[in-house]
């Protein structure tokens, strides 16, 4: 099996490209929604850099069905509205089979309702799980997340603490959908590790100075506390803790922070803070036999040979968009035809597709596919990320 798992790695690993027929044909147009500017453009510009690396190595080994592969992306500025219009002229516009992106929760949960109605497959590479939860956030159909679930983060995170006999925490968390959507996996999945949640506070993400909320938070006592965001706001949080007098709880950061930015912006005041992240983050840990480290390494080869990494180095984000059209491209030659329900279907079929996030095996239940042995905690220790203790 591991041997089987390794070549189906291989074949996902669009290794330095060998040249093969050229595609032929018309193209199959994907398009791609991606935050160039506003707040989550340190995830969006990079995503957008990948998905056309990842477009230019599919063509050269043969394109998708015999087919080239074409990719329109536009800029949805970090904004929701943005985001939706976007999509409509993807969409109504430029005809495309399917999207992959875009880059935040609050713009997947403003795309969705409408890639829904017209029945359009997207791949996001949102961090909330909202999008493909169903009940009161609709139906998910069409709806499908290359990033780990929030659920499979907090789980994580739980296991950690549980592990270190921490059972009181705090938990610290932005105002927006991301940190709405973490707020309500931990509060639903703390009586499962025996975790007591003792206080919490909110903050908007693009504030820059968070010391009344930590302030509370350590007069509560708590063991540790969870701060659930992306972008700057995380780092701000950090160093408003360590600021404070006397001794800091454990700090754990949400899956959205572990990369260079987090640790330039907090610091010194990182040392010590763990999150979960991909194995993307320490890929030296990695054992032979993990189907994802040929994977990684190819991955991490392509990213500096397209001189992505010396604008936006590596970062736990760095391999979505990479992984939404491995899915996407295995669903395509699954399903055999450049069709949206077919390839809607052949999606929900998929085993064992080995991408840089973790090795997926999706279900009609579920849209994600990864696990929890998908991603490792991590500890900043002398300015770097390596596996938490």
């Not at 990842?54 to 043969?62: D, F, I, K, P, Y």
């Amino acid at each position: 099996m591991a041997k089987i798992l390794l070549f189906l790695a291989a074949l996902f690993a669009f290794p330095a490209v060998v040249a093969t027929a050229q595609p032929t044909g018309d193209p199959i147009v994907i398009g791609g929604l991606f935050a160039q500017s506003g707040p989550a453009a340190v995830v969006g510009t990079p995503s957008k850099l990948v998905a056309e690396m990842t477009v230019a190595q599919l063509n050269a080994m043969g394109g998708v069905l015999g087919r080239p592969v074409k990719l329109i992306s536009y800029d949805t500025e970090s904004s929701p509205d943005v985001a939706l219009r976007q999509a409509r002229q993807l969409v109504e516009g430029d005809k495309v089979l399917a999207i992959i992106g875009p880059t935040s929760t609050g713009e997947g949960l403003a795309v969705k309702k409408y890639t829904e109605e017209q029945k359009v497959p997207v791949i996001m590479t949102v961090g909330g799980d909202a999008i493909i939860s169903g009940g009161k956030f609709g139906p998910y159909d069409w709806t499908f997340k290359a990033p780990q679930r929030t659920a499979t983060a907090v789980g994580k995170i739980y296991e950690y603490l549980k592990g270190k006999n921490i059972s009181k925490i705090a938990v610290m968390r932005s105002k927006d959908a991301f940190g709405q959507d973490g707020l309500a996996e931990l509060k639903a999945n703390a009586g499962k590790y025996g975790i007591d949640i003792i206080a919490e506070e909110s903050f908007d993400p693009k504030g820059t100075d968070f010391s009344a909320q930590t302030f509370k938070l350590q007069a509560a006592k708590p063991q540790a506390v969870v701060v659930w965001t992306i972008g700057p706001a995380g780092a701000i949080a950090t160093k408003n803790f360590a600021a404070l007098p006397g001794e800091r709880p454990l700090l754990v950061q949400s899956h959205g922070q572990p990369g260079p930015s987090y640790l330039e912006l907090a610091g010194e005041a990182a040392g010590g803070t763990i999150m979960p992240g991909t194995k993307l983050m320490a890929p030296e840990s990695l054992p032979d036999e993990d189907p994802q480290k040929i994977v990684i390494e190819s991955f991490i080869k392509a990213y500096k040979d397209a001189g992505i990494q010396e604008k936006f180095p590596l970062n736990t984000h760095s391999g979505y968009a990479y992984d939404a059209l491995t899915l996407l491209r295995a669903g395509l030659e699954k399903a055999g035809k450049a069709d949206p329900e077919a390839l809607r279907a052949a999606l929900e079929k998929l085993q064992n597709v080995v991408g840089v996030s973790g090795v997926y095996t999706l279900s009609s239940q579920d849209h994600n596919g990864l696990r929890e042995d998908s991603m490792i905690m991590l500890i900043v220790d002398s300015g770097r990320f390596k596996l938490a203790p």
